[in-house]
């Protein structure tokens, strides 16, 4: 059962340009995660948004979180060539455990 | 520097042979994650460890068997390998916490191919 879904599952910008990634969740949490992911390699942790924040920003990265709609989205902002890679929502599958589920990911392609 | 390093990179193995992926982690982590990727498929869940000898399934534990006999260490086992058990496979390694799931600090995978 996949706990998040990415969307769009694709995505190609012109350098300079925002990029927006979308992610839904099934069940209740207490923080949403966001990994990215160079081809090849392991994920690397970018961002954790609190069920009891509505936005979090760290350096071009902004995040937001709607609990009500059980969604949260990614916005990279003046984009990179160095930006591409995939990009992975994360929660857990309940609110008390560790397990973490991840979703299939949005691929991101920044054209220079 | 915190590390998550998994025993291969890249590793050819036999139909119907036992394969043992190793995962050792060096942050005194109470969890552990093993995950295999696919294309088009994202990151699945094959087992979780929340302590030395615990775990859980996850999504995807058939053929699947895992040994965490020290904190610090996660086995993937293959019992009988299969073509369609050839990917990337992840390790993870995190934090317990009353709060939830903390971040999660990844290997740089295994690439598997079963021929």
């Known amino acids: 059962s996949q706990q998040g879904e990415e969307d769009p599952q694709a995505l190609s910008i012109q350098e300079g340009e925002n990029a927006t990634m979308n992610c839904s969740y099934k069940t209740s949490i207490n923080n949403l995660q966001w990994y990215r992911q160079n081809s090849g390699r392991g994920l690397v942790h970018l961002i954790l948004?609190?069920?009891?924040?509505r936005e979090k920003h760290s350096g071009r990265l902004r995040v937001t979180l709607d609990t009500s709609k059980k969604s949260s989205s990614l916005l990279i902002t003046a984009s990179r060539a160095a930006d591409t890679a995939s990009y992975f929502c994360a929660s857990p599958l309940s609110s008390n455990t560790g397990k973490l589920i991840f979703g299939q990911g949005t691929t991101l392609q920044v054209k220079p | 520097d915190v590390k998550v390093t998994q025993s291969s990179r890249y590793l050819v193995k036999r139909t119907g042979e036992k394969v043992f992926l190793e995962c050792v982690q060096d942050m005194d982590h109470e969890n552990m994650f093993w995950y295999r990727q696919d294309p088009g498929l994202g990151l699945r869940l094959i087992y979780f460890s929340y302590d030395v000898k615990m775990k859980e399934k996850g999504d995807i534990p058939e053929g699947y068997s895992v040994s965490r006999e020290k904190k610090e260490r996660f086995s993937l086992i293959l019992e009988s390998a299969s073509t369609n058990q050839t990917s990337m496979y992840l390790c993870?390694?995190?934090?317990?916490?009353?709060?939830?799931?903390?971040?999660?600090?990844f290997g740089q995978g295994t690439r598997l191919t079963v021929v």
């Open positions: 948004i609190r069920s009891n924040e």
């Open positions: 993870a390694s995190s934090l317990r916490s009353a709060g939830g799931a903390t971040e999660a600090f």
